[in-house]
């Protein structure tokens, strides 16, 4: 059983920053590639930014230079560091994690429960 419990989502005016964490825990053996996916109210699921087990990001166009994820491996806990907000970035963020439970290569992706994040213009 894992549990990925995220938090940090809030209201902010435009321009403004936010930081979300998600933090994993259970029968963990090792986490491999963790993200943030967001789903804005009409539109499609979308992959924000990923990070490798080793720190390699990914992230999409629209958060490129305003967007970092990083994660604390110690900790089994992933971060969002959001800047320069745009009404745009309103959406419910997902974290996601994959994670083995054992030395067998199999994996499987666990979610958080989401976290609001609200931009005002």
């Known amino acids: 059983q894992v549990q990925l419990v995220e938090s940090g989502g809030g209201l902010v005016q435009t321009g403004g920053s936010l930081r979300l964490s998600c933090a994993a825990s259970g029968s963990i053996f090792s986490i491999n590639t963790m993200g943030w996916y967001r789903q804005a109210p009409g539109k499609e699921r979308e992959l924000v930014a990923s990070i490798s087990s080793v720190g390699s990001t990914n992230f999409a166009d629209s958060v490129k230079g305003r967007f970092t994820i990083s994660r604390d491996n110690a900790k089994n806990t992933l971060y969002l560091q959001m800047n320069s907000l745009k009404p745009e970035d309103t959406a419910v963020y997902y974290c996601?994690?994959?994670?083995?439970?054992?030395?067998?290569?199999?994996?499987?992706?666990?979610w958080g429960q989401g976290t609001q994040v609200t931009v005002s213009t």
């Open positions: 996601y994690a994959n994670i083995q439970y054992s030395s067998m290569r199999s994996s499987s992706r666990w």
